[in-house]
Every structure is written in structure tokens, then in C-alpha cells.
């Protein structure tokens, strides 16, 4: 399945988050408006991502952030980036370590 990805501005009340989301290339969803409002699990997930507070503290980078769709009050795509075959997609960091409990567990 061919996925297109697009830079993406988050802005919650707390943070503005800049990263690349994953969208199909066409049919349900593909428009960023559909795909935000059509999510059942309530998360989008972002790569590639930069997280600034926007009370000006330090802001951070991170490989893979979730936001939680009912936090969102402003979207904008900011780059088209081209499409993706998602047998190409890069593996996220980690995912081929299994879980363990966490410390004290």
C-alpha cells in the first residue's frame, strides 16, 4: 500500500509539535481533515517529531510521538514529502526489542 507523508503543525494548549504524519494516498482518510476525524483510537501518531512548549521552556526531538486527537486545536501541513510503499517504511527504533516490566515490577 503506497502511504503519503506530510509534515504536520500540532498545536495543543500546552504544545506545538511538529512532525511527520502517515496518510493513504487516496479513498477514506487520505485528506488530513478526514483522517483526524475519522481516528478510533483517539491518538495520531507522528514521526520525526519536535515538541516546544509554548510557555517557552526547552523543547525536545523524539522519534515517535502519539497525540491525542481530543487535545488538538489547530492542524496545518506544513510539507508534502512524497509517498511510500509501507514494505519501505523504516522500522520505528525499538520495536524489534521485546517489552520488559519496568524497574521495581
Same mark, same amino acid.
Given at each position: 500500500?503506497?502511504?503519503?507523508?506530510?509534515?504536520?503543525?500540532?498545536?495543543?494548549?500546552?504544545? =506545538?509539535?511538529?512532525?511527520?504524519?502517515?496518510?493513504?494516498?487516496?479513498?477514506?482518510?487520505? =485528506?488530513?481533515?478526514?483522517?483526524?476525524?475519522?481516528?478510533?483510537?483517539?491518538?495520531?501518531?507522528?514521526?520525526?517529531?519536535?515538541?516546544?512548549?509554548?510557555?517557552?521552556?526547552?523543547?525536545?526531538?523524539?522519534?515517535?510521538?502519539?497525540?491525542?486527537?481530543?487535545?488538538?486545536?489547530?492542524?496545518?501541513?506544513?510539507?508534502?514529502?512524497?509517498?511510500?510503499?509501507?514494505?519501505?517504511?523504516?522500522?520505528?527504533?525499538?520495536?524489534?526489542?521485546?517489552?520488559?516490566?519496568?524497574?521495581?515490577?
Amino acid at each position: 500500500m503506497r502511504i503519503r507523508q506530510v509534515r504536520v503543525q500540532i498545536e495543543t494548549e500546552r504544545l =506545538r509539535i511538529t512532525g511527520v504524519l502517515q496518510l493513504p494516498t487516496e479513498g477514506y482518510r487520505s =485528506r488530513t481533515t478526514d483522517f483526524l476525524n475519522g481516528h478510533e483510537t483517539g491518538f495520531i501518531a507522528l514521526t520525526e517529531a519536535q515538541v516546544l512548549p509554548v510557555d517557552g521552556a526547552p523543547g525536545e526531538s523524539r522519534d515517535y510521538v502519539a497525540v491525542g486527537c481530543r487535545h488538538i486545536i489547530a492542524l496545518a501541513e506544513l510539507e508534502e514529502l512524497g509517498t511510500i510503499e509501507e514494505d519501505d517504511a523504516a522500522p520505528m527504533p525499538g520495536i524489534d526489542r521485546p517489552s520488559v516490566a519496568p524497574p521495581g515490577g
